[in-house]
């Protein structure tokens, strides 16, 4: 198990913009190797599917977003620090959850097919 460490999280008002940062804890690892995830889970729901960015190739990373989020958020790495980045705008009260970061090798947007986590940021959104 390699950690990830997710941050940017905080209390904002619908239609605020947060950006949520993800990256590897102690450098295990380098991001740019990885699909990367991101997940959120809302109390008394079940994990759901944000976005997802693929390894880095020759041809660039290609993004995947859920129906949910299209045209709000975007997924981007910064490669330089080895972090995975989800820039969160037009925030809506449905959007508060805890968001997760995710680590896999296959592209894939089921939770139990990424191999490693975060332990989550907390997002709430007030109307």
């Known amino acids: 198990q390699v950690p990830l460490v997710e941050s940017g999280g905080g209390l904002v008002q619908a239609g605020d913009s947060l950006r949520l940062s993800c990256a590897p804890s102690?450098?295990?690892?380098?991001?740019?190797?990885?699909?990367m995830g991101w997940f959120r889970q809302a109390p008394g729901k079940e994990r759901e599917f944000v976005s997802t960015?693929?390894?880095?190739?020759?041809?660039?990373?290609?993004?995947y977003y859920a129906d949910s989020v299209k045209g709000r958020f975007t997924i981007s790495r910064d490669n330089a620090k080895n972090a995975v980045l989800l820039q969160m705008n037009s925030l809506k009260p449905e959007d508060t959850a805890v968001y997760y970061c995710?680590?896999?090798?296959?592209?894939?947007?089921?939770?139990?097919?990424?191999?490693?986590w975060g332990q989550g940021t907390q997002v709430t959104v007030s109307s």
């Open positions: 960015i693929s390894p880095v190739t020759r041809s660039g990373s290609i993004s």
């Open positions: 995710a680590a896999g090798l296959i592209a894939t947007t089921e939770p139990n097919e990424y191999n490693y």
């Open positions: 102690g450098s295990t690892f380098r991001i740019s190797d990885y699909h």
